[in-house]
């Protein structure tokens, strides 16, 4: 019975705390250089998306080793404090692993177009608890992973004409380095769904003068019509990103 209370040790105490600290420097170092160290965008794409699921894997391990060390001094709390969270947030941790099997096992399947139960549609995100599907109409449908099981139907997507779109706007001169503003460019074009990631994105500067800055601009399109609102969006986030440079 005593071994259900013992004191914990205070040096495994300094140990865990340390282990915690360590991890979350190396996580925040690892997620914020690794991308900005890889120029290509495919390879760039890819570590966005791996990342997370990384990070969900080593706070797994690491809860799994604390409570491995604190059971023998405090299984009873242990114990407790485990019960209570599971049936609290049973949900969002079945959620929470099964989501980070998932996109491990699944891989990038961000622009899939899928059928989970009575929804279809594209996938635009996978996020630690669920899906993010949008619907022929636009509508966007959070799907849960544990919602999600071998029914789960990948349709072929169909021969899609693709459309280069080139096109050149004009900024206000700002203090913005070009590779800075080239940068920030692509990773705008890169967020949108509708841009074929694995196709030719290009951002360059092609002119400067006295009082403004021209930038090129160059994406492959899958779905034509989306191009107005892209090239709104990219230009309403550009000359954001000048404003608050000046």
């Not at 013992?6 to 170092?29: D, N, T």
């Not at 900005?36 to 965008?41: G, L, N, P, S």
């Amino acid at each position: 019975m005593e071994n259900l209370f013992r004191p914990i040790p205070i040096s495994l105490i300094i140990l865990l705390s340390a282990i915690l600290v360590g991890i979350i420097i190396f996580m925040w170092l690892f997620g914020r250089f690794a991308i900005f160290i890889v120029k290509e965008d495919n390879l760039k794409k890819q570590l966005k998306f791996y990342i997370p699921v990384i990070q969900n894997i080593i706070s797994i391990a690491y809860i799994v080793y604390a409570t491995y060390r604190l059971f023998p001094y405090q299984a009873f709390f242990v114990s407790l404090i485990i019960i209570l969270m599971l049936l609290i947030n049973w949900k969002m941790v079945q959620n929470f692993i099964q989501g980070t099997i998932y996109r491990l096992v699944s891989g990038n399947i961000i622009g899939a177009n899928v059928q989970i139960g009575n929804h279809s549609g594209k996938i635009i995100s996978m996020r630690n608890l669920s899906l993010s599907i949008q619907d022929s109409s636009g509508k966007i449908i959070q799907v849960p992973y544990i919602k999600l099981n071998d029914t789960i139907i990948l349709k072929s997507n169909e021969e899609k004409s693709t459309e280069v779109q080139n096109l050149t706007i004009k900024l206000q001169n700002s203090n913005i380095p070009d590779d800075v503003l080239t940068g920030k460019t692509m990773e705008k074009l890169i967020s949108f769904p509708w841009i074929i990631a694995h196709q030719t994105i290009e951002t360059s500067i092609v002119k400067k003068d006295s009082e403004n800055t021209y930038i090129k601009i160059s994406y492959t399109l899958e779905e034509e019509e989306k191009a107005k609102f892209i090239n709104n969006e990219l230009e309403l986030f550009l000359n954001e990103l000048i404003e608050n440079y000046l």
